[in-house]
């Protein structure tokens, strides 16, 4: 009996060994992946380019847009750092407009830090469109305006600091409320993107029964008009007596 006890413990004990090796393995996993998506929106840069000054009449063929998607009801924050100073004889105008025909701001002559933040109307996308104009007298012979935009969509766009500082939260519950907050999201944005599926489901669903039952009709309608060509032509070959 003592024999058959023996391996049973070295079993149990193996098991137990397995067991909380592989509870290590998971936590050292969730905090791999908790570390990787704390740190992933932080090195996250703003937009950069150059913006030329064009004549007036010239300026809307060289307005630039850039486009981003958003549902409703989000908080979306734009922030635009112009170069230059006033008085150099370009003027840059900034306008934020979505795609159904919103307008959520038209800032003129931006010069510096210029920040909008406002909360979208639909499930659509929104432009962020700036155009650089001559005003005056200007010295150079290609004048540009430096262009740094940063566009924060949702939990991104919330003053996490200032929240941490009013809810006396921890800095650790402060990015598990941000985490949560983006997980949230993309809940939110897979429905949406699950109800537009169905909706093109349907569509198609509609529109192949529609080319069915189109070509069934035309199906008959050729298969009228071949009989009645046989119909016609058999009576007209009888009349003149050729059949």
């Given at each position: 009996m003592e024999r058959l006890r023996r391996p049973a413990r070295l079993?149990?004990?193996?098991?137990?060994?397995?067991?909380?090796?592989?509870?290590?393995?998971?936590?050292?996993?969730?905090?791999?992946?908790?570390?990787?998506?704390a740190t992933c929106p932080?090195?996250?840069?703003?937009?950069?380019?150059?913006?030329?000054?064009?004549?007036?009449?010239?300026?809307?063929?060289?307005?630039?847009?850039?486009?981003?998607?958003?549902?409703?009801?989000?908080?979306?924050?734009?922030?635009?750092?112009?170069?230059?100073?006033?008085?150099?004889?370009?003027?840059?105008?900034?306008?934020?407009?979505?795609a159904v025909g919103n307008d959520y701001g038209h800032p003129r002559d931006v010069v510096g830090e210029s920040r909008n933040a406002f909360t979208s109307q639909a499930d659509t996308a929104f432009d962020v469109c700036l155009e650089n104009i001559l005003s005056g007298q200007h010295t150079g012979a290609n004048p540009v305006r430096h262009v740094e935009l940063d566009i924060d969509i949702g939990a991104d766009a919330q003053d996490w600091a200032q929240i941490q500082a009013a809810e006396k939260l921890k800095p650790v519950e402060t990015e598990l409320r941000r985490m949560e907050q983006m997980v949230a999201e993309i809940v939110v944005e897979?429905?949406?993107?699950?109800?537009?599926?169905?909706?093109?489901?349907?569509?198609?669903?509609?529109?192949?029964?529609?080319?069915?039952?189109?070509?069934?009709?035309?199906?008959?309608?050729?298969?009228?008009?071949?009989?009645?060509?046989?119909?016609?032509?058999?009576?007209?070959?009888?009349?003149k007596h050729l059949i």
């Open positions: 079993i149990s004990s193996s098991s137990s060994s397995s067991s909380s090796s592989s509870v290590v393995f998971s936590v050292v996993v969730f905090y791999f992946f908790f570390c990787l998506l932080t090195s996250v840069d703003a937009l950069k380019f150059d913006l030329s000054a064009h004549p007036q009449g010239q300026h809307k063929k060289s307005e630039r847009c850039i486009r981003n998607f958003v549902s409703r009801d989000t908080l979306v924050v734009v922030t635009a750092t112009i170069g230059g100073a006033k008085g150099d004889g370009q003027t840059v105008n900034m306008h934020i407009k979505d897979m429905e949406y993107l699950r109800t537009r599926e169905q909706k093109l489901r349907d569509t198609n669903e509609s529109t192949n029964e529609r080319v069915k039952w189109f070509a069934f009709g035309t199906m008959g309608v050729l298969v009228g008009l071949g009989a009645w060509q046989i119909i016609y032509l058999r009576a007209y070959f009888r009349s």
